[in-house]
């Protein structure tokens, strides 16, 4: 038996037989924000969907801490097989410039799938009423550091 029919079999026994086999075992859903907010409660409602459809369980696993890095860390050392997911927010899109410690880079360790949501931001409630107004006032805050 040659060598390269050895390694082209151990390969082949390595590799899923078909893309319809997955998932064979449930999936992990982590928010890494606290259970009973919004993240969560989304969360909840995708994965009963999501189990619906796929016919796995999803279970929905909550690690909250440290504006989201402590469950987004934790997605990013998963098993890249597809079985966990995370959900996150606008957090995730700030933390690399405010945290420079960051044990994970964002581009290179997630993946994006979809948006799920959007959390609309209500003027009437503050004293600004355009977006020079909410700059300008980001500036303001800026400087005062």
């Known amino acids: 038996m040659n060598v390269r029919a050895v390694i082209l079999a151990l390969a082949a026994c390595a590799m899923p037989t ?3 086999d997955f ?9 890494p924000y606290a259970p009973g907010g919004n993240a969560d409660i989304m969360a909840r409602l995708i994965a009963q969907r ?4 796929i016919g796995q369980q999803v279970v929905v696993d909550n690690r909250a801490g440290a504006s989201g890095i402590i469950g987004t860390e934790l997605a990013t050392k998963a098993a890249p097989d597809g079985y966990s997911i995370v959900l ?4 995730l899109a700030s933390n690399p410039s405010l945290i420079k410690t960051l044990t994970y880079d964002t581009n290179r360790d997630l993946a994006p ?4 949501g959007s959390t609309p931001l209500d003027r009437k409630s503050t004293r600004l009423n355009s977006s020079h ?3 300008s006032y980001a500036v303001f805050c800026l400087k005062k550091k």
């Open 88 to 91: 996150v927010a606008s957090s």
């Open 113 to 116: 799938i979809t948006m799920v």
């Open 50 to 53: 999501l189990a619906e459809n």
């Open 18 to 20: 078909n893309a319809a």
């Open 133 to 135: 107004g909410y700059i």
């Open 23 to 31: 998932p064979v075992r449930p999936l992990r859903m982590i928010v």
